[in-house]
């Protein structure tokens, strides 16, 4: 075997056998680095006559394309087996919580979002849900009240600028649209609640611009006032927690409901800064209600002859207000981190009727 043929068995199975980048770096400085044994051979071209640099020069100069092939072949298979080992070694535990200890907590309005929805599909209700950005016609119109109708007052609505054919979009000043949007694609029987935000020109302790409401609507052949009162007396008992429910009906007008009734629950305020549910000689407003008036039924392509049904609606942060306990409505939508701590509740604790919604 030839010298050349010797260097180059010598070089490419040391270069195979390297075991790692520093190793392959050292072998190609001895091969191809200034003083290599490669160099050092090209070197010695110079001083052949043209005959020998003939034959040696591709020999030299193929056994250093050769190795410089090798070297950095190898060197990619170093590299991913170095990747490869460093992938299994730093594993990452998905599982494990980002942080130390949660900080988030679930809004009281989303808490009783929760546990409503929990009460009613326990009673057989879809949850149906609507724009913020409302028709008139649905907002109002359909719901049994023209335009000038002085009803459309107490609402306070926030209007949105004219569309060019005239027509005015709305912030839905209740859930009641959804009503008729409802009406309006399923045909009876029917039994939805709406929760969802609502939108008025007002703005005290008690009344915020944006808040939400609850609406539930149940139409079919025979469903009555009784029917009625036994959903808000069931709804109270799950929502409250109590067993003990004294509901009291109060005249009222709505000019989508006919009759119209306000729903009042027994508690108890005579200690003072504190309320308690199902006891004492106190009401509680709960909201309005009443059997759908034929005129809506009828405008929302529902036989008012063969069909009737009943709808109320309720303001769900005045609920979470007084289940939960706080005085004020406005820093419901402040987003201070303080009092979401205090009143917020833990994100892994989802309210169900068997589990406790509260808890
Ligand atoms: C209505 O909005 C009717 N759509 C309810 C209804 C539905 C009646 C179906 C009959 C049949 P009212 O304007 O009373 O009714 O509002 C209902 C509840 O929303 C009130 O009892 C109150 O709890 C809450 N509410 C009204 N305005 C505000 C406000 N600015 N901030 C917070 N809660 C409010």
Same mark, same amino acid.
């Given at each position: 075997?030839?010298?050349?043929?010797?260097?180059?068995?010598?070089?490419?199975?040391?270069?195979?056998?390297?075991?790692?980048?520093?190793?392959?770096?050292?072998?190609?400085?001895?091969?191809?680095?200034?003083?290599?044994?490669?160099?050092?051979?090209?070197?010695?071209?110079?001083?052949?006559?043209?005959?020998?640099?003939?034959?040696?020069?591709?020999? /030299?100069?193929?056994?250093?394309?050769?190795?410089?092939?090798?070297?950095?072949?190898?060197?990619?298979?170093?590299?991913?087996?170095?990747?490869?080992?460093?992938?299994?070694?730093?594993?990452?535990?998905?599982?494990?919580?980002?942080?130390?200890?949660?900080?988030?907590?679930?809004?009281?309005?989303?808490?009783?979002?929760?546990?409503?929805?929990?009460? /009613?599909?326990?009673?057989?209700?879809?949850?149906?849900?609507?724009?913020?950005?409302?028709?008139?016609?649905?907002?109002?119109?359909?719901?049994?009240?023209?335009?000038?109708?002085?009803?459309?007052?107490?609402?306070?609505?926030?209007?949105?600028?004219?569309?060019?054919?005239?027509?005015?979009?709305?912030?839905?000043?209740?859930?009641?649209?959804?009503?008729?949007?409802?009406?309006?694609?399923?045909?009876?029987?029917?039994?939805?609640?709406?929760?969802?935000?609502?939108?008025?020109?007002?703005?005290?302790?008690?009344?915020?611009?944006?808040?939400?409401?609850?609406?539930?609507?149940?139409?079919?052949?025979?469903?009555?006032?009784?029917?009625?009162?036994?959903?808000?007396?069931?709804?109270?008992?799950?929502?409250?927690?109590?067993?003990?429910?004294?509901?009291?009906?109060?005249?009222?007008?709505?000019?989508?409901?006919?009759?119209?009734?306000?729903?009042?629950?027994?508690?108890?305020?005579?200690?003072?800064?504190?309320?308690? /549910?199902?006891?004492?000689?106190?009401?509680?407003?709960?909201?309005?209600?009443?059997?759908?008036?034929?005129?809506?039924?009828?405008?929302?392509?529902?036989?008012?002859?063969?069909?009737?049904?009943?709808?109320?609606?309720?303001?769900?942060?005045?609920?979470?207000?007084?289940?939960?306990?706080?005085?004020?409505?406005?820093?419901?939508?402040?987003?201070?981190?303080?009092?979401?701590?205090?009143?917020?509740?833990?994100?892994?604790?989802?309210?169900?009727?068997?589990?406790?919604?509260?808890?």
């Amino acid at each position: 075997m030839s010298d050349i043929a010797t260097l180059e068995r010598d070089i490419l199975g040391a270069v195979a056998s390297a075991s790692d980048e520093a190793a392959l770096e050292a072998l190609r400085v001895a091969a191809l680095g200034k003083k290599g044994s490669i160099s050092e051979l090209l070197k010695t071209l110079g001083a052949m006559s043209a005959e020998e640099r003939k034959v040696n020069g591709p020999l /030299f100069n193929g056994l250093r394309d050769k190795v410089t092939n090798a070297i950095a072949a190898r060197k990619a298979e170093l590299g991913d087996v170095a990747l490869n080992a460093r992938l299994a070694s730093e594993t990452v535990d998905v599982t494990l919580p980002a942080r130390p200890e949660a900080t988030g907590t679930i809004h009281p309005v989303s808490q009783v979002l929760d546990e409503i929805a929990a009460i /009613f599909a326990d009673l057989g209700f879809a949850i149906a849900e609507g724009p913020d950005v409302e028709y008139d016609d649905y907002n109002f119109t359909k719901l049994n009240i023209p335009p000038d109708h002085p009803a459309r007052e107490m609402h306070d609505t926030f209007y949105i600028a004219r569309q060019e054919d005239g027509s005015r979009h709305i912030l839905r000043t209740h859930t009641s649209p959804v009503q008729v949007r409802t009406m309006l694609k399923q045909k009876p029987p029917i039994r939805v609640i709406v929760p969802g935000r609502t939108y008025r020109v007002d703005n005290d302790a008690t009344h915020t611009p944006m808040f939400h409401q609850l609406e539930a609507l149940v139409i079919d052949e025979k469903t009555h006032l009784g029917n009625l009162k036994w959903v808000v007396e069931e709804f109270c008992k799950a929502f409250f927690e109590i067993e003990n429910v004294t509901l009291r009906a109060r005249p009222s007008f709505f000019p989508f409901t006919e009759p119209s009734v306000e729903w009042d629950m027994r508690c108890d305020r005579s200690v003072p800064g504190k309320i308690a /549910f199902g006891t004492g000689n106190d009401w509680l407003e709960l909201g309005g209600s009443g059997m759908v008036h034929p005129n809506v039924l009828d405008m929302c392509g529902i036989d008012s002859t063969k069909y009737q049904g009943f709808a109320f609606g309720f303001g769900l942060d005045r609920m979470a207000m007084l289940k939960y306990g706080a005085p004020d409505l406005r820093p419901f939508f402040e987003s201070d981190v303080r009092w979401l701590r205090h009143y917020g509740f833990a994100s892994l604790d989802l309210p169900t009727l068997d589990g406790g919604l509260s808890r």
